[in-house]
């Protein structure tokens, strides 16, 4: 298994609402991430988990609340959130972080729209 | 910290044609060099990758070149089809470090 599963797919929210993305992977990874990308730009890094715990913050508004419960999951939790949030939210995953990272693996992304 | 930067932006070509994209980079340091295929609607997937240690390297119809004294390295496609139209990047990391990628460059294979 070589997948990276995200939910939902697609994501609609109003700025007051409080909404959860999701993903998965079964791959036996210790390092995940959470990339935002805009239309025709590439991803950048929002945040990186290495063995469950917090690593990497690119200092991301706090509206945008990482969660990893254990090393399979992670968590981006959205709350009063603007129109320029507005993006796909790509989860992805590798063996591990630092030195001989291996490849990272992508989900399939989270399309959110703020309205 | 690393920068990327990727030409063209936009590239046409006609089925069977070959393309090339090209990459440079800034971080004397950088050793892993991979490139990313993202279709519409999907998520970047890994298509190839190379280290510093070695020069060139060929997956089929997929070569990437890198060059480290001049910093710059490249992807080639061959024979190019339809089903290669896509969103290219490229990518570098050094050790340790996050992978910092390209601006990105759409491919359109016209039939």
């Known amino acids: 298994d070589t997948e990276v599963t995200q939910t939902p797919k697609h994501l609609v929210m109003g700025m007051t609402n409080k909404k959860s993305l999701k993903c998965e992977q079964h791959?036996?990874?210790?390092?995940m991430y959470w990339y935002k990308q805009k239309a025709k730009k590439p991803p950048e890094l929002m945040f990186v988990y290495s063995y469950e715990k917090l690593s990497i913050n690119e200092s991301v508004p706090s509206r945008f609340s990482p969660e990893c419960p254990n090393s399979s999951l992670l968590n981006l939790h959205l709350h009063a959130l603007q129109p320029e949030d507005s993006a796909l939210y790509l989860c992805?995953?590798?063996?591990?972080?630092?030195?001989?990272?291996?490849?990272?693996?992508f989900g399939e992304g989270s399309r959110l729209t703020v309205l | 910290g690393e920068n990327v930067e990727q030409h063209p932006s936009t590239l046409s070509v006609q089925e069977g044609d070959s393309a090339v994209i090209k990459c440079t980079y800034s971080?004397?340091?950088?050793?892993?060099f991979p490139w990313y295929k993202q279709e519409l609607g999907k998520g970047p997937q890994l298509i190839i990758d190379i280290r510093s240690n070695v020069g060139e390297k060929k997956d089929q119809r997929i070569a990437v070149t890198l060059n480290k004294t001049a910093k710059h390295f490249s992807l080639h496609i061959t024979e190019t089809q339809p089903e290669d139209s896509a969103v290219y990047f490229c990518s570098a990391r050094a050790a340790g470090n996050k992978l910092t990628f390209g601006g990105g460059t759409r491919v359109l294979v016209k039939p």
């Open positions: 791959m036996g990874h210790r390092a």
């Open positions: 992805a995953s590798s063996r591990k972080q630092g030195s001989d990272t291996g490849e990272l693996f």
């Open positions: 971080d004397s340091a950088s050793n892993y």
